[in-house]
């Protein structure tokens, strides 16, 4: 029988600060991998601060716009989780008429302009008493000969109800990138096996996010504490991936391994998808202790907010589950 994944917090802190021992290189039985996944997936420490800079779509309901690179920096402390990024150099908007695929009316004002929304700024902090996300996004409204005749600022607070794992789907995607997090999705290990190069591949069953159940294939490299490579979901009844993980390199510190880069891919459509590139930079084997001080008081800026608006899902616990983009 099936149960709910509950994904605690603690189980994001990884072996990144761990000392742990590099893994023993004989093969494990299902069970005893399991297990030994789970330990470095859950063990936590002292915690860490790692700064990375990424890459995904300005606006996901307008790809043709193109990627925006945002830089941050991930921390974890325990049960507390904060993610603070800022986009960097955004690209110039181009004009669209009306008509053209994926351009809809919300997209356009009454003269024709096109209306143009992106994040330049994101804050997330998740604790046992506390789980929101502060964003600014700019709104640039455009003439049809390529004039940008405003530009807005509209800041948003959206709270969550403590154990709801929507939004922690960035912190899940920077870890998954940095080749870790992916065991605490994982209820059991149907199969394993090792291909020439050493490499463990692994077809389990589990979860992502707390209701989508189905199969688990991963690529993990066992000389490195079994360092995520590749990992498909593919949900129950689907024959094609709900997600897709690799990742490249070696960033090695102290007896921290994590990848250099990753990236991880939600096919939207056939001919669609929603693709994080991700660039792992300085890496603290502590939490960025006055970072996290700074969000518990309250996320976003200490000036006053007058355009801040406020999205309280805390009162709808039955609403259906989305991506956190």
Request: charged fraction near 25%; glycine fraction near 8%; include cysteine.
């Amino acid at each position: 029988m099936r149960t709910m994944c509950i994904i605690p917090v603690a189980a994001f802190v990884l072996a990144l600060t761990l000392g742990v021992a590099p893994l023993a290189a004989e093969d494990l039985s299902n069970e005893a991998l399991l297990k030994q996944l789970q330990t470095i997936d859950t063990r936590a420490v002292e915690g860490f601060a790692l700064q990375f800079e990424f890459d995904s779509p300005a606006n996901v309901f307008l790809p043709d716009q193109g990627d925006t690179t945002k830089r941050g920096v991930l921390t974890i402390a325990g049960n507390t989780a904060a993610l603070v990024y800022d986009i960097v150099d955004p690209p110039a908007v181009s004009f669209r008429p009306p008509g053209t695929k994926d351009y809809g009316s919300v997209d356009f004002d009454d003269q024709g302009n096109l209306i143009f929304w992106r994040r330049t700024h994101r804050e997330t902090l998740v604790t046992p008493a506390m789980n929101e996300t502060y964003d600014e996004n700019e709104m640039l409204r455009i003439a049809p000969n390529g004039e940008i005749l405003e530009r807005g600022t509209h800041a948003s607070n959206s709270v969550y109800r403590p154990d709801d794992k929507q939004n922690l789907g960035e912190i899940e995607r920077l870890l998954w990138a940095a080749g870790h997090g992916y065991a605490s999705q994982l209820q059991r290990i149907d199969a394993q096996r090792r291909d020439e190069a050493n490499q463990l591949h692994v077809t389990a069953y589990g979860c992502y996010g707390p209701k989508h159940f189905g199969t688990w294939e991963l690529v993990l490299d066992p000389q490195r504490d079994y360092l995520l490579r590749s990992a498909h979901f593919t949900m129950d009844g689907q024959r094609t991936p709900t997600m897709l993980v690799t990742s490249t390199g070696v960033k090695q510190i102290g007896d921290a391994v994590i990848a250099a880069e990753g990236t991880v891919t939600f096919p939207l459509s056939s001919t669609r998808s929603h693709v994080t590139s991700v660039r792992f930079g300085e890496y603290q084997p502590r939490p960025a202790t006055k970072l996290l001080e700074r969000l518990q008081k309250g996320l976003g800026p200490d000036v006053s907010k007058p355009n801040l608006d406020v999205f309280d899902y805390r009162k709808d616990p039955a609403r259906p589950e989305q991506l956190n983009l």
